[in-house]
């Protein structure tokens, strides 16, 4: 699986919204952009992919760039809830994922 | 279930002794993964179960760790002659496995080594 890089850590004002980008140049055809986040003490949280196109769900939008080596995840409005760790991995379909060590994000109240 | 289970939720153990995790994936989840997380650190791939293919252990760090998948549902991690290195909390996924599909994980099992 490609490497992705992100900032080790991001402030974002409450009810702002937050912009964590990922870097993943070396990323192939066939492998999507997966986010997912970890909250203090819990399992890691599924919160969106994407192959190419801009997605979006009720937690989150996923933005990929057109040449696909870079991605920002947006939180619409930030709560205090969203801080947590958010990793953004890169992979093909039935791999294992690989996680990184994520950006900590901290909603300030 | 409504999500994956993993029991116990702690367990200490004395240096040199054998644990066995368990994890309960989602109903028909044919994907099922063993991550571990150090205190403080990133996870760790340990081993992949997809379908009826031979597992991926390629992460598991010593002869010491196995896994097993009992039915393609209930896997058991088991550690042997546990070490201190081995303190970590153990965290099960699963996945219907379907192109692009999330992964859900449960809460995982802290195991403290004494």
């Known amino acids: 699986d490609a490497k992705t890089t992100q900032p080790p850590s991001m402030d974002c004002a409450e009810g702002r919204a937050a912009n964590l980008p990922c870097n993943h140049s070396?990323?192939?055809?066939?492998?999507?952009v997966y986010w997912y986040r970890q909250i203090h003490s819990q399992g890691p949280q599924y919160i969106i992919h994407?192959?190419?196109n801009n997605e979006t769900n009720e937690m989150a939008s996923l933005i990929i760039t057109e040449d696909r080596k870079s991605s920002t995840l947006i939180l619409p409005h930030a709560t205090l809830r969203d801080t947590a760790v958010y990793y953004c991995?890169?992979?093909?379909?039935?791999?294992?994922?690989?996680f990184g060590t994520g950006t900590s994000l901290t909603v300030i109240p | 279930g409504a999500g994956v289970s993993q029991s116990p939720s702690n367990k200490v153990t004395e240096k040199g002794k054998d644990v066995e995790l368990r994890c309960d994936p989602i109903?028909?989840?044919?994907?099922l993964y063993w991550y571990r997380q150090s205190l403080g650190q990133g996870l760790e791939f340990l081993i992949y179960?997809?379908?009826?293919?031979?597992?991926?252990k390629s992460g598991l760090p010593s002869d010491r760790f196995s896994a097993e998948r009992t039915g393609g549902s209930v896997s058991t991690l088991t550690i042997q002659r546990t070490q201190q290195e081995d303190s970590a909390v153990y965290l099960c996924?699963?996945?219907?496995?379907?192109?692009?599909?999330?992964?859900?994980f449960g809460s995982g099992t802290r195991l403290t080594v004494v």
């Open positions: 996924a699963s996945s219907l496995g379907s192109q692009g599909a999330g992964y859900t």
């Open positions: 070396t990323i192939s055809g066939n492998e999507y």
């Open positions: 994407g192959l190419k």
């Open positions: 991995i890169v992979r093909v379909v039935q791999s294992q994922f690989y």
């Open positions: 109903s028909g989840h044919t994907a």
């Open positions: 179960f997809q379908g009826n293919s031979a597992p991926d």
